[in-house]
């Protein structure tokens, strides 16, 4: 501005320092006479830009975005089949369900996917009509678009009678009424402001009078003035979804034909989208991308491609920040690779503690060094002793003198390595995400009986009653949806959406909003290619081995059920006696949760030590 911005409008400091903000909101800076601008922040904009440099280092030139092939059939059979988790704006349950359907062959048909699922034209009911008559045009070529009135075939031709843009909200006002050019500026300010639908109402007087003045009944104007005004609850301009379309594509497109790159530059890149870390890396792993766990001999501080699979950076591990993991990596590339766990810990600086340290060798950081996981534990503490031991640090003081180098004589100890359900609470806790295993994988002979997998579902009839088990991914309850709850569960095979009622949430709602496996029994809804189930209970997932007690003797269920023929989910209050107290909880530490000595801690302790250290799961609305 001409003068500093404190003298014109009340500022205040941020939460982040050094930003300031305005004490004005938008509409409250526009009446001011302020230019106002709205900058997006796209974190698909920085994964686009890595993963084309990352292409031209690998393959020694850059594609170019501007000149690829935009109506290649392979990709839009991708995106029709609903295989979109990763891409922009078109990878959430909603948009794939609906690309099944309405099946875009072309940015414009791409566009309009874009900007449909939107409060706008969800509340306009403009979703069900425009679906219906793209899969009526499919299967009647001749099919005759109807429309509100003939007046508005030109405005709504590309949308097939509904309003998608707001474009379109113009459009229609000037065919239908007669608006003039200042009756529709005033109505596209009006629709840009938080309390816009006071607004737009204030316009219906004049539409009605121009609509009679056209020939529209006044039910006809009633039903079209109810859908615009609709979008005050936000839709899409049509260059916007255009630039969204484009954007959708190339990320298509870059993890159609360099997957690798692709999911690099997505796993760098988070958090952005609609997926954790968890659910993007199977979905590479589906893709035949595998996720390498991190290595301090071969990761750098982000994800890095290793032939055609993805190394998982050092900064990834919990306790890891990005300064810490520069100067490993640039203290390995300098003097070498790290030879064994006392040469890395006399390498590395003090400020790398032990937290950090065991949190690598946890996951498998250091299994280059030739020894188990456990017995690089025992050296490290060894050497470094106690973290609270500020006195101790084992030699590696940033600026330490020449040492003898004597071995400790408990050293060559040896120590079982961890088995499949240590590593995967290992891989939750450190990374909160699993590179190899969904964790079902190791529940699966542990699952109450009867349940119903993934993949099974398509060939079960409509109507079916199933009870299916998973892994929450996101949770989604948005305004539009009138109370309604929309899940999306993983099974060890893909997806499972479960559509939670108002009343079923109700009841719940403990399970739905808190657990992270969920087990829901409901009624199975085929609609083509798209499944749903409408769940009829919802409840966390259970498997035998819980600890309960009995006249103060502490069992598992397993147990109870060999002794007195118990039901192998126990109730409270049922059978002989009285199962008063169920116990839940384990130790912070990993490193007591399971006995070394057994390979497997049984399924009750391992789904407890995950729910402890939940995979990301996001939830929306």
Known sequence: SSRPLVEIVPLEPAAWEGRVLCQWDKDSCEDAGFIKIDFLALGMLSAVEDCVDLIAERHGSAPDLSRIDYEDEALYDRICSGDTVGLFQIESRAQIQMLRRTRPRNLEDLGVQVAIVRPGPIVGGAVNPYVRRREMLRETPDYRVPYPHPLLEEALGETLGVIIFQDQVLKVCQALASFTDGQAESLRRAMSRKRSKEALTAHWSEFLAGATENGVDETTAREVFAQVTAFSEFGFPKSHAAAFALLAYQSAWLRHYHPVEFYIALFNNQPMGFYSLDALGRDARRNRIRTLLPDVNRSVVACTAEGDDLRIGLGFVRGWGVEIAERVVAERLERGPYRSMVDFLRRTPAALRRPAIENLVWVGGCAG???????????????????????????????????????????????????????????????????????????????????????????????????????????????????????????????????????????????????????????????????????????ALRVPGAPVRRSGLSRSYAEAEASQAAPALVREGEGEGHFSELQTSLPDSMEYWADPERSDPGAFRYLTALRQSPPGIKSFG
């Open 369 to 539: 060094f030739g020894l188990t996981r456990r017995e690089l534990l025992w050296q490290a503490g060894l050497w470094l002793g106690p973290d609270t031991d500020d006195e101790r640090t084992g030699g590696r003081e940033d600026h330490a003198q020449t040492e003898l180098d004597l071995e400790d004589p408990y050293a060559r100890l040896h120590f079982p390595d961890l088995g499949p359900t240590d590593r995967m609470v290992a891989e939750y806790r450190m990374l909160r995400f699993s590179a190899e295993l969904h964790p079902l994988t190791l529940l699966q002979r542990a699952l109450p009986p009867g349940m119903v997998s993934s993949d099974r579902l398509p060939h079960l009839r409509q109507g079916s009653t199933v009870c299916v088990a998973g892994l929450v991914t996101t949770r989604q309850r948005p305004q539009t949806a009138k109370g309604y709850v929309f899940v999306l569960m993983e099974d060890e095979h893909g997806p499972i959406n479960v559509i939670v009622k108002p009343d079923i949430y109700q009841r719940d709602r403990s399970a739905v909003r808190m657990e992270p496996f969920l087990t829901v029994r409901g009624r199975l809804q085929k609609d083509g290619a798209t499944l749903n189930v409408i769940a009829q209970s919802v409840e």
